[in-house]
């Protein structure tokens, strides 16, 4: 493999890691809360859809990125009265946006553009290159010539890392995942903050599931996210539920994604649909290996009433 | 003397059941005062009640004489009320300090200032002679420590009011002795304890008042001083209590279990067992004594068919099990009071008769086409017959097994695993949470066992049950046996230093 080659694979798997990374932050922020949201996928299609209609009319795919996450908001709001408010089950209302954001979506879609064969067509986001440091050999092509999303991400990784280790905010927003009802003793209102981790969860996979249609490819299709959701939900696993295990996670599943891109283009023998299980298959066995271990906030998953007895 | 708390006609309403019915309490500056009651008195209520975490359903709080309203944790912490729970509300993932600072509101800024935080806990912790290792997890320490955690915590809230919940029932005794002296610190410096406990012996040595609860009610207040434990047991439990002593048992039988050289997981002090040999005969109980997490628990799963042996023979009526799960146990006559009711022992979602059959599935009494349909009728009438028998009390058969108390949850037990009149009984902590006249029943009706010629494995942490009933008794220490010795005027000091491992 020449350097040509694995710069572009490695430019692509920047690329493909960045809408995971999105989402699998939120997931991050949700399940350190202690609520396990498997609703990412219909959050992103929502997000997706939003994104892509904002800047499909505008023209402007900022607008259509923040319109996306709060799409995604939005949706989640279901899932956090759901879960918080009637303290149900969380997997079944995760499941529930599954089910019903996409569909949604999709309803919305043929509501504006009616059923045709051509695909309506928005404004790609620009690449913002950064002076000087893009002319670093290697490096530069692949760090600093990309969209302004993708800075954002990495910001928002170093941030996560910080609020999580070194911020007393962060430290209570911990305690609400690890045990409820020590930090409810502790004076820290568990309710708000699991309302908190619901929209920062909906802001981030809508954002993530916007990256698409904005940044991506210019056009919206049915089943756009592909499982993405679930991979993130993989990556915050294989990650250990920290910042910078979500981030080595996601480049790694980034890493599969494009290069299963460029062996399709390789190859005329082997189909193509093999190749595409790639990244599918590195999660099975991510999980397989890291996911036996009982790890993570103690009270994940678990509903949470404060008068229990 | 200042009053700085008064709880005024406090009732607490789940469903249709009083947890607290017109309760009135208070508590003066600088003393301890006991709440005593048995369990589901309904102190444990008042308590959450009173830092917020409960609503009452009628009944005010004065606080230095003024009505508040506490709707929440975070508004009882900042009114000076802290309270160390019965299960500690620690964080295990978090470091002693990280538990100590969460939700502090008091420090402006976005991060953690170490140092200084550090110095003032420190400070608080000479102060009240509360040694702690700052860094250490959670996961870390002993419960005697994470105790000293719950109580530092509060004191740096600034709590002038501390609410210890049961504080003694985890701990070792010379842990209790130092319980006691940061309780006499506390006091000095002005604070105020309200203590709960159902211990006579503790109570009378570290209260200055004692009010008794009983069924929701408040019945009396007391001052320690002028009262006795035996007119506190009385009004406790709302009769007279006599004390009572077991007959040993004189003559055994046939070794019903033997365990020869059995090891498992040998490398850890906690949860393994190293070399241990030991017999249970027909007609005696065999104590095993010891600090709970010596391998208690891997005994009682190997003599269960839970777990297998990893080295070593069990041999039971005779054959040596190698291959045999619990079902095979079970089979062979052998039951089982599991350590943990709620989690190994019961099915919380279902019924209480459902409960009491569950080993019975397979029995042709309550089912017909090998377990395909059951008789309902006939499953009914065995469970009324328990219920009488063994004085379960539910409000019907139907109920959830996990709304009833911790008592009748174990008489649902004892029924279900007594009836088989099983050859071999191995009884986990089988009173550990109950009130005395719960207590005073599983003990009376494990004689009863024993005296039928059942072989009782007994296992308990607490050392006064197995002194008072077992015919032989064992101590464990880091998965070993440390030796045997004689149910009958047990050399006590012994037993105590081979607890400790000497």
């Known amino acids: 493999m020449n350097w040509n080659l694995l710069s572009e694979v490695l430019i692509s798997a920047v690329r493909m890691a960045t809408p995971l990374l999105f989402v699998a932050l939120a997931e991050l922020y949700s399940e350190r809360a202690g609520l396990v949201n498997i609703g990412l996928d219909g959050i992103m299609a929502f997000g997706s859809l939003v994104g892509f209609l904002v800047c499909f009319w505008t023209g402007n795919p900022f607008l259509g990125v ?244 | 003397m200042n009053e700085i708390l008064r709880m005024e006609h406090i009732s607490k309403q789940f469903g249709d059941f009083y947890a607290n019915k017109d309760i009135n309490f208070d508590v003066r500056k600088g003393e301890v005062h006991t709440l005593l009651g048995e369990n589901g008195a309904g102190k444990s209520t008042l308590m959450n009640v009173l830092i917020g975490l409960y609503q009452p359903t009628e009944g005010s709080i004065y606080l230095h004489g003024e009505k508040v309203h506490i709707e929440s944790p975070a508004q009882a912490v900042r009114l000076g009320i802290g309270m160390v729970h ?91 002795e130092g319980l006691y002296s940061v309780i006499e610190k506390l006091k000095s410096e002005g604070k105020s304890i309200i203590f709960i406990s159902h211990k006579m012996r503790e109570v009378l040595h570290v209260s200055d008042r004692v009010t008794i609860l009983r069924a929701g009610k408040t019945i009396k207040t007391l001052e320690a001083s002028e009262t ?56 005696e109980i065999l104590g095993v004594a010891g600090v709970d997490g010596n391998g208690q628990s891997q005994l009682s799963q190997i003599v269960t068919g839970v777990t297998m042996a990893e080295a070593g023979e069990v041999v039971l009526k005779g054959c040596r099990v190698s291959h045999m799960t619990a079902a095979d146990f079970i089979e062979k006559n052998v039951s089982h009071i599991p350590e943990d009711r709620n989690r190994m022992g019961l099915v919380g979602n279902m019924t209480v008769e459902e409960n009491l059959l569950l080993k019975s599935t397979q029995n042709c009494a309550f089912c017909d086409a090998n377990g395909w349909h059951l008789k309902k009728k006939a499953m009914r009438a065995y469970a009324e017959t328990m219920r009488a028998k063994y004085d379960i009390r539910c409000q019907s058969m139907e109920q959830e097994i996990r709304s009833l108390s911790g008592g009748n949850q174990q008489k649902v037990i004892l029924a279900r695993e007594l009836e088989a009149s099983p050859d071999l009984l191995v009884a986990v902590h089988p009173t550990r949470g109950l009130d005395i006249g719960a207590t005073r029943y599983v003990r009376d009706t494990m004689i009863e066992a024993r005296d039928k010629g059942c072989a009782v494995l007994l296992i308990s942490a607490d050392f006064d049950e197995v002194l008072q009933m077992s015919d032989r008794i064992i101590v464990m220490f880091e998965g070993k046996v440390m030796g045997e010795y004689s149910g009958k005027n047990p050399p006590i000091q012994a037993i105590s230093l081979a607890m400790a491992g000497k």
């Open chain 1, 66 to 309: 923040l319109c996306g996450a709060l799409g995604g908001v939005l949706v989640n709001m279901v899932y956090a009265f759901c879960t918080v408010t009637l303290a149900g089950q969380q997997i079944v209302y995760g499941m529930a946006l599954n089910i019903f954001a996409p569909a949604l979506a999709s309803f919305i879609y043929r509501v504006v553009f009616g059923v045709s064969s051509t695909l309506a067509q928005a404004t790609l986001m620009k690449t913002v290159s950064i002076p000087v440091l893009k002319d670093v050999p290697f490096l530069g092509k692949l760090l600093f010539d990309q969209t302004p999303m993708v800075y954002g991400v990495y910001l928002l990784v170093i941030v996560t890392a910080i609020y999580f280790n070194r911020t007393k905010s962060g430290l209570n927003y911990k305690a609400v995942g690890e045990y409820p009802k020590a930090a409810e003793t502790m004076g820290i209102n568990v309710v708000l903050h699991k309302y908190i981790a619901c929209i920062l969860c909906g802001f981030l996979a809508g954002m993530g599931g916007a990256y698409l249609t904005t940044c991506y490819v210019n056009t919206y299709s049915d089943g756009i996210v592909a499982g993405r959701g679930f991979i993130a939900l993989a990556a915050v696993i294989f990650g250990r539920w920290s910042a910078s295990g979500v981030l080595l996670a996601c480049l790694l599943f980034g890493f599969f994604d494009a290069m299963q891109l460029r062996l399709q283009v390789g190859t005329d023998l082997i189909p193509y649909q093999l190749f595409q299980m790639i990244p599918y298959v590195m999660t099975l066995i991510a999980l397989t290996i890291f996911g036996s271990k009982i790890a993570g906030p103690k009270s994940k998953g678990k509903p949470y009433y404060r008068e229990e007895r």
């Open chain 2, 86 to 176: 019965q299960h500690f509300m620690l964080v295990e993932a978090m470091t002693v300090m990280q538990n100590i600072i969460l939700g502090d509101k008091r420090y402006k800024g976005l991060f953690i200032n170490h140092d200084a935080r550090r110095k003032e806990i420190l400070e608080l912790s000479w102060r009240y002679g509360l040694n702690v290792d700052l860094e250490a997890k959670i996961t870390d320490i002993s419960v005697g420590t994470q105790q000293r955690v719950e109580i530092l915590k509060a004191l740096y809230r600034g709590a002038e009011l501390l609410i210890l919940d049961e504080p003694t029932a985890v701990l070792t005794d010379i842990e209790v």
């Open chain 2, 228 to 283: 006795d434990g035996k007119e506190l047991a009385n009004l406790m439990i709302g009769r007279e209590l006599v004390e009572c002593e077991y007959r040993k048992a004189e003559a055994t039988g046939e070794p019903v279990i033997e365990l020869k050289h059995v090891s498992y997981n040998k490398a850890s002090k906690h949860n393994g067992l190293n070399d241990v040999s030991l017999a249970v005969r027909c007609g």
